[in-house]
């Protein structure tokens, strides 16, 4: 992608500042902070957080659930008939599609995430796919619409948030319809009071504040299904952007400086320790570089707190004299899926899975 300012579309930017504009949405929002790695379960104050609009005004005891469209039997639900129904909790790993897009050089304009739009929780919810069979799918439809109460502009465009999944994706068993985050009722800014969940897929595929469900007889091309594509030119069509891609993240190891966050530590031998995921599949191994990505050694991967949840890895380096180095850590998922040393752009900055380099400062134990 040439840098050339003449050269670049609307909506990045060659300038490593983020505007006024990206710093209000950086404080609507917010991401894990990387010490959060250390837990199974992320707390869910800690857990990422990605909101469109507004984080709507809702009341459980009066909220009803349509599925309608292209169904033999539209069904109305409330929570309480949601609950009511055979529930199920699952750890699951959810990132934001836009993770990584503050380090892409030209910078896409948006909600400027670096590493940390991650997180895990514990959800817990009703399996959509028994009502889904319930409501009776008729044989001309192909997708569901999934319909939020957030409402706004984006792209000038006036809209409810909408995305849209496959029969086939849809019907799958580990998608559901959650009412609860780690043990407790949904948090407003989470999606209170229902969300629907699609573990393996990018966030924004999990519409939050679930209003209704309606099948369609042709793939829907609402504004958040064209917006989540990866595009190198506006006028391209671009490949929709689905499953998380492959990603290793490092618990930040010693103390932090406080503007740069960079670590530093003792002359020593020290347990890094972080977590992987992928939405293709498991991840099968994570390699550890202490010299920027020039050399390469295997971590000890652990096990997933389910199939849908991030690995913990663990890595003995050894910091054998005072110096700079620069950590790095890479995963490779069972489908062959590897992360890249260089950014994979495009005009939004989605997928951007490049692995994450941690500049660290050994010093003597001697050193104030």
Known sequence: MESDVSDLPEGVSTS????????????????MHLEGLRYDVTP????????????PETD??????????????????????????????????????????????????SQPWITEAIGTADW??????????EAGIEDDAVELVFRGA?????????????????LENAMRDEVILAYAMNGEPLPPQHGSP??????????????????????????FRGFQMEAYRARQEPDEEGEPVTRMAPRALLVPPGFPEFLTRSRIVDVGRHMLMGRAWSGWGPIERVDVSSDGGATWAEAAVGEA????????????????????????CRATDAAGNSQPLEQPW???????????RVPVEVRSPADP
């Not at 957030?150 to 496959?166: A, K, T």
């Not at 991030?310 to 054998?320: C, I, S």
């Open 124 to 133: 817990t919810g009703t399996p959509l796919r028994p009502i889904l069979e």
């Open 305 to 328: 707190v389910s199939p849908y949840a991030w690995v913990p890895w663990t890595f003995w380096w050894d910091a054998a004299e005072p110096g700079a180095f620069e950590l790095c």
């Open 346 to 356: 495009n005009l939004h900055g989605f997928s951007n899975n490049m692995v994450q």
């Open 16 to 31: 490593s500042e983020v505007s006024l504009d990206e710093l209000q949405l950086s404080q609507r929002n917010h991401g």
């Open 44 to 55: 869910a104050g800690m857990h990422y957080l990605l909101i469109h609009f507004d984080v």
């Open 150 to 166: 957030d409402h706004g502009i984006q792209g000038g465009v006036e809209q409810d948030y909408e995305r849209s999944l496959s």
């Open 194 to 219: 229902l969300r629907l969940v699609v573990p393996g897929w990018y966030g924004m595929t999990s519409v939050k504040w679930l209003t209704a469900i309606e099948a369609v007889p042709e793939p």
């Open 60 to 109: 459980e005891t009066d909220w009803l659930l349509s599925v309608g469209g292209l169904v033999r039997k539209p069904l109305e639900l409330s929570m309480a008939g949601l609950r009511s129904r055979p529930s199920l909790t699952m750890p699951v790993t959810m990132e934001c599609a836009g993770n990584g897009r503050a380090r892409l050089s030209p910078r896409p304009i």
